[in-house]
C-alpha cells in the first residue's frame, strides 16, 4: 500500500519536480564557461548564451570535453525555443503546428546527437534527461494543440497520439537507463554522508520523471487501451515503492499529485480525489516552500477538472469533495490571487461552483480573477475571460452584478487577438451585463457594432447584417441618441454591403436577385436616413466607384485593355453625378487617381511614353484639385481631409513620382523623380499623414526607395534602422527592411565584382538580418512561414560566409517542405544543406547523406562505396556499370567528391575522391571539356592523387598526380586558358605538380 506523508512538513529536502537538479547540474564537475552561458540561459538571455556556446564549441584551445558542452548548450538553446513556441497560445503570435514540432525534432535530434557522441562525458546523464523531458514537452504541446484544434487538417488525432505513446517510450527507456545508474551509485555509498544524499537526490529526480513518462504514455492513449492502462498500473505501482524514500519532500508531492492523475485515468475515483486532495493540502504558505505553493496550487486546478470530469458518471459527490477543498485555499494560501498559479486555481474553483448550480458565486469569482491578472500581468485573463464567456453561455448570469467595462476589456482584448469568436462572445456578454442606459452608451451599442464586424470578419454575412440593423432599429426607435447617431452614421451601410457580400456569394439566381433587391433598399434607405454620413452616395455615385473598383480589379489580374475600357466607362459614369451630391468634390480626386491608374494600364501593355505622360498628367491634375478652394467639410480634421479627396489627391503626386522613377528609362530621369519625390515629401508630408490612413507608412517606404533610387541607400537603411527599432512591429516593417535588404545584396554583389569580399560579406551580412526581420515578423503576424523565403534567407547567410545561420535556416525551409508534401524543392534543399555542413566540415552527417543519395539501394550502396574505395584501377566498362546504379545528378557525386578529398579521414575517402573525380571527368560532355565545372574535376582528382600519396607515402600516388597534371594540363597555353575560366586553378595546377615533384 502507498505510505501517507509521515514526515515533519518538509523539513527535509526542500525542491520540486521542475528545480530538483537542474540539467547542467546533475554533471559533477561544472565548466566555468559553460556555468556562464547557461546561467545566461536561465535568465533568459538567449542570444548571449547561445554565443557564448558558440564560442566554446569553436575554440581550437578548448578540449574535447569542452567543445562537447558547447554542443549541449546548443541543444538547450534549441529545447528553449521549442518550448517558448509551444507555450505560445495567442492566434496571431502562434506558430503552425507543423513548425512547432519542426523545433522538437530539432532540439531532439541536438541533444540525440550529443548523447551518441559523448558516451563517457560527466553531462550525459543530464542530457539524457533532458531529452526526455523534451519529449514530455512535446507530448504537452501535442495534447494542447487536439485540444484547441490546432492540428492540420491532413493530420489525425489518432496519427498524434501514436506518436505522443511512441515518444514517452523512448523517453521511458532514456530514463529507466539513468535510474538503473542512478540505483546502482546510491547502493555504493554510505547512508547518511554528504554523497549518498546526492547520489539518493539523482536517483529520485529521475524515477519521478520516468513515473511522469508512464503517467503521459497512459493518458495519451484512448481510456481502456491495453498499453495505456498498463503504463498507469505500472506507475501507481512505481509510485507505492517511490514514497518509501521521498515521503515527506517535495518530491514525494509530485508523486501524489502524479498518483492522483493515473487513478482518475484508471476510472479510480476515490483514490484520485484523495491524492488530490492531499497533494493541494499539505502544504500551506505559512512553510515559506515557493516550490510546494507551486504544486499545491496546480493540484487545486486539477482536483477541480478531475471532480467537473468524473461528475457525469459517478455523480456530484465528488463536486461536493472538491468544493470543500477549496474552501480551505484562502486559509493556507492567502496570497494565492496574486501568480498565474492560484489564479488558475480559482477558475477550476469557478468552474466547480457552476457544476454544482452556484453560477452567482461563479461569475463574481472569475471577474475577480480577471481584475487580478490584468493587475498582475500574469495573461491569465485570457483563460478567465473564455471561462467566463462559457458560464454565461451556460446560463445567463444568475444574480451576479456582471461589469460590463470588464467584459468589453476582454472583448476587445480577443477582438485585437483576431479571436473573432471570442470576441463576439464576449460583446454578447457586454450587451447581457449592461443593466442601464447609461451602461448601454458607453459599452453595450459600441458592442453591438463590433459583434456585426466580427461577423464580417468571419465571412458569416447574414449574421453581420443583423447586428448591424439591429443598431439601425434602436436609433429609429431613439434618434437622440448622440452614440446611435454616430454608429449609425456607417451601420446601415455595412448592413448593405453585408447583403452585398451574401449576395456575391450566393450560387442560388433567385436567391441571389432576392438579396441584391435587399441590398439596394437598404442603400437608399441609408441615404434617406443618413444624409449627412461621409458613407452616403447616391446610387449613380455608387454606380461610378463601381466601375472603376471593376476596372481596378481588371487592371490587377492583367486584363490592362479591358482596364482601360472600364475606367473609360467609369468617367462617363462620373459626368452623370448631380452638382448636388455630397461626394461632388471628391470626383476631380477621383478622376486624376483614374489618369494615375490608366498609366500603369499603358506601362503594362508595353507603351511607356503614354505611361509617363499619363503619371505627369495625374500629378498636374491633383495639383490643380488641390490648389482649390471649397468650403470646410463636417467632422473631424481627418474626416474632413478623407470627404473631401485630399489625401486621395495627395497619394495621386506622391504615388506618381515614385513610379515615375520606375517607369523612366533612364537613369538620370530615375534619379530625378526620386529627388522629386524627396521634395514633394518634404513639401506634402504632413498634409499626407493626417488625410490618409497608413500615411505615415507610405511616407516611410517611399522615403526609403528615394533614398534608394539616388543611391543612398546607407541613409535608407539608417531611416529603416530606426524605425524598426523604435516598433519592431510597424506595419510596414517587413517590407521595408527587405527592400533595404535587396539593395544591400546588389551593393554586395558589386563588392564581388571588385575582389573585395570582405566587404561583400558584411553587406550580405546586414542584408540578411533585416530578411531575418522581416521574415520572424510576418511568421509572427500570419502565423505562417513560406519555406521558400527560409531558404532564400539561408542563401543570404551562405554568402556572407555565417554558415551556422544558413544551416538554420535550411533545416527550417527543409521542415516546411516535408511538412507541405513538396518532395522536389526538399530533395534539392537537402541536397544544398549537405553542401553547407560540407563547408562547415560536418564530414560525419554529410557524407552518409550523401551515399545514400549517390546509390539509394542499400543492397547495391555497399558494393559501390566497396569499389571505389578499394583502388584507383576502375576501366571504362566499371564506370560505364557503376552509373547504371549511382545517381546520375552531377550536384550529387561532386559534393561527394569533395567531403571526402576534405574529409580524409583514411585511404578510402582519397580512394572514393579520385574514383568519383574519375567519373564526373568521363560523363562529363565532350562540348564542355573547358568548362569551369570540367576543370574543378581535373584539380579534385590531382589533389585526390597528391593527398592520398601524403596519407600513404605511395609514389604511385605522387607519379598519378604529377602525371595527371603534365599530361593533362600542362600543354602550350592550356594553363593560361584555364586559369581565365577558374581565375586562381593555374596556381593550384602548379603547386599540386610542384609538391608531388618533391616527394619523388
Not at 480577471?370 to 498582475?376: C, D, G, P, S, T
Amino acid at each position: 500500500m502507498t505510505p501517507r506523508f509521515r514526515g515533519l512538513r518538509f523539513a527535509l529536502v526542500i525542491v520540486g519536480l521542475a528545480a530538483v537538479i537542474g540539467p547542467a547540474r546533475l554533471a559533477s564537475a561544472a565548466d566555468d564557461d559553460f556555468e556562464f552561458a547557461q546561467a545566461l540561459s536561465d535568465r533568459g538571455y538567449q542570444d548571449l548564451a547561445e554565443e557564448q556556446f558558440n564560442e566554446l564549441l569553436n575554440d581550437s584551445k578548448k578540449s574535447a570535453k569542452e567543445k562537447a558542452e558547447g554542443q549541449y548548450g546548443l541543444a538547450l538553446i534549441k529545447r528553449y525555443n521549442a518550448r517558448i513556441a509551444a507555450g505560445e497560445t495567442r492566434e496571431r503570435l502562434r506558430k503552425p503546428m507543423p513548425e512547432v514540432l519542426g523545433l522538437f525534432e530539432e532540439a531532439e535530434a541536438a541533444l540525440k546527437q550529443f548523447i551518441d557522441r559523448n558516451t563517457g562525458h560527466e553531462r550525459l546523464l543530464a542530457a539524457k534527461l533532458d531529452r526526455a523531458k523534451l519529449i514530455t514537452d512535446r507530448a504537452d504541446y501535442i495534447d494542447r494543440a487536439i485540444e484547441n484544434d490546432w492540428v492540420p487538417a491532413d493530420v489525425t488525432v489518432a496519427e498524434l497520439k501514436a506518436q505522443v505513446a511512441s515518444g514517452y517510450d523512448t523517453a521511458i527507456g532514456l530514463l529507466k537507463a539513468g535510474e538503473d545508474v542512478a540505483r546502482a551509485d546510491l547502493e555504493k555509498e554510505q547512508p547518511n554522508t554528504e554523497s549518498y544524499s546526492i547520489a539518493e537526490e539523482k536517483l529520485g529526480t529521475l524515477w519521478l520523471y520516468k513515473i511522469v513518462a508512464l503517467y503521459g504514455k497512459g493518458a495519451a492513449l484512448p481510456d481502456g487501451d491495453t498499453a495505456g492502462v498498463a503504463a498507469l498500473t505500472t506507475a501507481v505501482d512505481e509510485i507505492g515503492e517511490f514514497m518509501w524514500l521521498f515521503d515527506g519532500t517535495v518530491k514525494g508531492l509530485w508523486a501524489f499529485h502524479y498518483s492522483a492523475l493515473c487513478n482518475w485515468r484508471l476510472d479510480k475515483p476515490k483514490d484520485a480525489i484523495r491524492d488530490m486532495r492531499d497533494a493541494a493540502t499539505y502544504v500551506e504558505e505559512a512553510d515559506g516552500n515557493l516550490v510546494g505553493r507551486a504544486i499545491a496550487l496546480l493540484s487545486y486546478q486539477k482536483l477541480g477538472e478531475i471532480a467537473i470530469a468524473i461528475a457525469p458518471r459517478h455523480g456530484d459527490e465528488y463536486l461536493d469533495t472538491a468544493e470543500s477543498v477549496f474552501e480551505t485555499l484562502p486559509t493556507k494560501w492567502p496570497t494565492f490571487l496574486e501568480d498565474a498559479a492560484g489564479q488558475r486555481a480559482a477558475l477550476s474553483h469557478a468552474r466547480v461552483l457552476a457544476a454544482l448550480g452556484n453560477a452567482t458565486a461563479a461569475l463574481e469569482l472569475v471577474q475577480t480573477v480577471i481584475r487580478k491578472a490584468e493587475e498582475k500581468g500574469t495573461r491569465v485573463n485570457y483563460d478567465a475571460g473564455k471561462v467566463l464567456s462559457d458560464l454565461l453561455a451556460a446560463g445567463g448570469g444568475g444574480g451576479a452584478a456582471l461589469d460590463p467595462a470588464l467584459l468589453n476589456r476582454i472583448a476587445m482584448s480577443k477582438w485585437a487577438d483576431s479571436d473573432m469568436r471570442g470576441a463576439i462572445k464576449g460583446f454578447q456578454a457586454v450587451i447581457g451585463a449592461c443593466s442601464t442606459p447609461e451602461q448601454m452608451d458607453e459599452f453595450g451599442w459600441r458592442a453591438w457594432d463590433f459583434i456585426g464586424r466580427c461577423y464580417g470578419v468571419e465571412g458569416r454575412y447574414y449574421e453581420a447584417y443583423l447586428a448591424f440593423a439591429a443598431l439601425e432599429t434602436s436609433w429609429s426607435k431613439d434618434k437622440q441618441n448622440a452614440i446611435l447617431a454616430e454608429l449609425t452614421n456607417e451601420t446601415g451601410f455595412s448592413a448593405a454591403s453585408a447583403i452585398n457580400a451574401l449576395a456575391v456569394e450566393t450560387k442560388d439566381k433567385s436567391e441571389q436577385k432576392r438579396l441584391t433587391d435587399l441590398k439596394d433598399e437598404l442603400y437608399e434607405d441609408f441615404t434617406k436616413n443618413h444624409p449627412d454620413s461621409p458613407r452616403n452616395q447616391s446610387l449613380d455615385y455608387r454606380s461610378a466607384e463601381k466601375k472603376r473598383q471593376d476596372a481596378q480589379n481588371l487592371r490587377r489580374a492583367g486584363d490592362h485593355a479591358a482596364a482601360l475600357a472600364a475606367f473609360a466607362e467609369a468617367r462617363q459614369l462620373y459626368a452623370k453625378i448631380e452638382k448636388t451630391n455630397p461626394s461632388i468634390d471628391k470626383i476631380g480626386a477621383r478622376l486624376a487617381q483614374m489618369t494615375r491608374l490608366e498609366a500603369l494600364c499603358h506601362q503594362g501593355l508595353g507603351d511607356d511614353a503614354k505611361a509617363l505622360a499619363g503619371l505627369e498628367k495625374a500629378i498636374q491634375e491633383s495639383k490643380a484639385w488641390l490648389a482649390e478652394k471649397r468650403a470646410p467639410a463636417e467632422g473631424s480634421e481627418v474626416r474632413r481631409a478623407r470627404a473631401a479627396g485630399r489625401n486621395i489627391s495627395l497619394t495621386n503626386i506622391l504615388t506618381s513620382l515614385s513610379l515615375t522613377a520606375d517607369v523612366t528609362p533612364d537613369a538620370a530621369g530615375r534619379t530625378a523623380a526620386y529627388e522629386g519625390l524627396l521634395t514633394a515629401l518634404t513639401q506634402y508630408e504632413d498634409e499626407f499623414i493626417k488625410s490618409a490612413n497608413r500615411g505615415q507608412s507610405f511616407v516611410d517606404q517611399w522615403r526609403a526607395e528615394a533614398f534608394i533610387g539616388i543611391v543612398n541607400i546607407d541613409r535608407a537603411d539608417e531611416l529603416v534602422s530606426k524605425l524598426i527599432a523604435d516598433n519592431p512591429a510597424l506595419p510596414n516593417g517587413p517590407y521595408l527592411a527587405a527592400l533595404v535588404a535587396k539593395a544591400r545584396e546588389a551593393e554586395a554583389r558589386e563588392w564581388e565584382k571588385k575582389t573585395d569580399f570582405d566587404r561583400a560579406r558584411d553587406l550580405y551580412i546586414r542584408a540578411a538580418k533585416l530578411r531575418e526581420y522581416a521574415i520572424n515578423q510576418t511568421s509572427e503576424r500570419t502565423g505562417k512561414t513560406s519555406p521558400a523565403s527560409l531558404k532564400f534567407l539561408g542563401d543570404t547567410f551562405k554568402k556572407a560566409e555565417a554558415f551556422g545561420e544558413a544551416e538554420a535556416y535550411y533545416r527550417a525551409a527543409l521542415a516546411a517542405y516535408e511538412a507541405k508534401s513538396q518532395a522536389e524543392q526538399a530533395r534539392a534543399l537537402r541536397i544544398e544543406l549537405i553542401g553547407l555542413l560540407i563547408a562547415q566540415g560536418k564530414f560525419d552527417e554529410a557524407i552518409p547523406q550523401l551515399e545514400v543519395l549517390l546509390v539509394p539501394a542499400e543492397a547495391d550502396r555497399a558494393k559501390v562505396l566497396e569499389r571505389l574505395g578499394a583502388n584507383d584501377q576502375i576501366n571504362t566498362d566499371e564506370l560505364k556499370d557503376l552509373l547504371k546504379i549511382m545517381s546520375n545528378n552531377r550536384r550529387i557525386l561532386d559534393l561527394l567528391s569533395s567531403a571526402y578529398l576534405k574529409a580524409g579521414r583514411n585511404e578510402k575517402d582519397y580512394l572514393r575522391c579520385i574514383n568519383i573525380a574519375a567519373i564526373m571527368i568521363y560523363a562529363h560532355p565532350k562540348d564542355d571539356r573547358h568548362d569551369a565545372a570540367f576543370i574543378g574535376y581535373q584539380l579534385r582528382l590531382a589533389g585526390g592523387y597528391l593527398r592520398y600519396g601524403l596519407l600513404t607515402g605511395k609514389p604511385e600516388a605522387f607519379r598519378a598526380a604529377s602525371s595527371l597534371v603534365t599530361n593533362r594540363v600542362v600543354i602550350p597555353g592550356l594553363l593560361d586558358t584555364y586559369n581565365e575560366t577558374v581565375p586562381g586553378s593555374k596556381k593550384q595546377f602548379e603547386e599540386i605538380l610542384a609538391k608531388a615533384k618533391e616527394k619523388l
